[in-house]
């Protein structure tokens, strides 16, 4: 029997496509929060509250600055340069989800609640999501884009103490409950 130059041709193209599909499958994932990898978004207020500064939307940031298998490290910064503060979180990821809690408050004052907290979270490509909810039952729902360049290091990393309450202030840390 003979074979057509048509269908020997299709023949080995099919098995270069199924080479390639096989190679494409044994690929390594795209890491989704790569080290160094900065994110601009902003922190939405609880509605539920409203004419409260509970309410407001503000600006904030997250730098990605220690990366490990599924470990990560970030900096959370909220309002422009740390106006209302800086948070050091850690956590894990796992395909598009995120778990993390504050381990240490760099800048500002905090509820001294917030080290309890367990921010969850979901990011595809280029866009993330974490939401946290306080001990008076408020959400906050922070929402970003991975920005394509990377920024340098923060501004100044100065405390300012609390005003009301047992608050966290720059410069005190918190052991993680979460991960031991």
């Known amino acids: 029997m003979r074979v057509g130059p048509y269908i020997l041709s299709a023949i080995i193209l099919g098995l270069i496509l199924q080479k390639t599909w096989i190679f494409a499958a044994d690929a390594p994932a ?3 929060l790569p080290k160094n990898s900065h994110w601009t978004g902003t922190q939405e207020g609880d509605e539920r509250q409203p004419n409260t500064p509970q309410a407001q939307t503000v600006p904030a940031e997250l730098k990605v600055l220690e990366r490990s298998g599924e470990d990560f490290a970030l900096e959370y910064d909220l309002g422009k340069n740390g ?7 850690e956590g894990k990821i796992r395909g598009s989800q995120m778990i ?3 381990t240490k408050v760099i800048k500002g004052a905090w509820d001294v609640n917030i080290t309890e907290l367990v921010w969850n979270g979901q990011i595809n490509e280029d866009e993330m999501v974490l939401q946290w909810q306080n001990s008076k039952n408020l959400i906050r729902i922070s ?5 394509p360049v990377v920024d340098s290091p923060g501004a100044g990393r100065a405390g300012r103490g609390g005003r009301r309450g047992r608050r966290l202030t ?3 840390s918190h052991r993680p409950i979460l991960f031991s």
């Open 83 to 89: 106006a209302r503060g800086i948070l050091h979180l």
């Open 30 to 32: 795209k890491d989704l």
């Open 170 to 172: 720059g410069g005190q």
């Open 100 to 102: 993390a809690q504050m």
């Open 143 to 147: 929402r970003f884009k991975m920005d």
